[in-house]
């Protein structure tokens, strides 16, 4: 069982609002990556990170921003909720000497009104 | 473009058959391979992996067949179980292009037949 966390579980908001998905992870992971999967489809990467202070762009353009302050921390923000953001979102982890070896949250199912 | 991708979206197998899912790819210069399972619900988990200096590796009742030639990756699951019953993604990777990213297909959903 991994040890990274995703809150919260569903969230259903209105267009126009601000919103923060918190990820977690106790693994002392150096990668941390956030996905985006419509439902029966691929994984598509949006966010990663290989460190503090380093948060890169996958290849789904996103309206997202990240931010990695801290480790174990790697929250993903959107300031203004569309429609076209409903969907869900992944977050995984990985250590270096794992290879490509990620471990993934239980996501967090957006729906945006 | 380049693309992971499933031949089959779904399959049904009966409890204790083996089963087996494909996936093609097109990138030839992708090095790396592997595979997840989701369960409903879940995030992925990982299953196995492959480089492509092997072709073939095996795990605990999973094997992964690569062949090159035909760029083609396959997940065997022997004496499949009810608890095996999700969606299967592969994913690959070039390293050589300096990507630290996978590419994932759009997975298969395995269900077994008790």
């Known amino acids: 069982e991994a040890d990274i966390y995703q809150t919260p579980r569903y969230l259903v908001i209105g267009t126009g609002k601000k919103i923060t998905l918190e990820c977690s992870q106790t693994?002392?992971?150096?990668?941390m990556y956030w996905y985006q999967q419509d439902p029966g489809m691929e994984l598509h990467l949006i966010h990663y990170?290989?460190?503090?202070?380093?948060?890169e762009k996958g290849d789904l353009s996103s309206e997202s921003t990240v931010s990695r302050i801290r480790t174990e921390h790697f929250p993903l923000t959107l300031e203004s909720a569309r429609p076209s953001h409903t969907s869900q979102y992944l977050c995984?982890?990985?250590?270096?000497?794992?290879?490509?070896?990620?471990?993934f949250g239980s996501g967090t199912q957006l729906s945006v009104l | 473009g380049e693309s992971v991708g499933l031949h089959l979206p779904t399959l049904s197998v009966q409890e204790g058959d083996n089963s087996i899912i494909n996936c093609a790819y097109s990138?030839?210069?992708?090095?790396?391979f592997i595979w997840y399972k989701q369960e409903s619900g879940k995030g992925p988990q990982f299953i196995i992996d492959?480089?492509?200096?092997?072709d073939k590796r095996q795990g605990q009742r999973v094997t992964v067949l690569l062949n090159k030639t035909v760029k083609h990756l396959s997940l065997q699951i022997a004496a499949t179980q009810p608890g095996d019953s999700a969606v299967y993604f592969c994913?690959?990777?070039?390293?050589?292009?300096?990507?630290?990213?996978?590419?994932f297909g759009k997975g298969t959903k395995l269900s077994v037949i008790p």
């Open positions: 994913a690959e990777k070039n390293s050589g292009a300096g990507s630290y990213q996978l590419t």
């Open positions: 693994m002392g992971h150096d990668k």
């Open positions: 990138n030839s210069a992708s090095d790396y």
């Open positions: 492959i480089r492509s200096n092997m």
């Open positions: 995984a982890s990985g250590y270096r000497g794992l290879g490509e070896k990620l471990f």
């Open positions: 990170s290989y460190g503090v202070n380093s948060t």
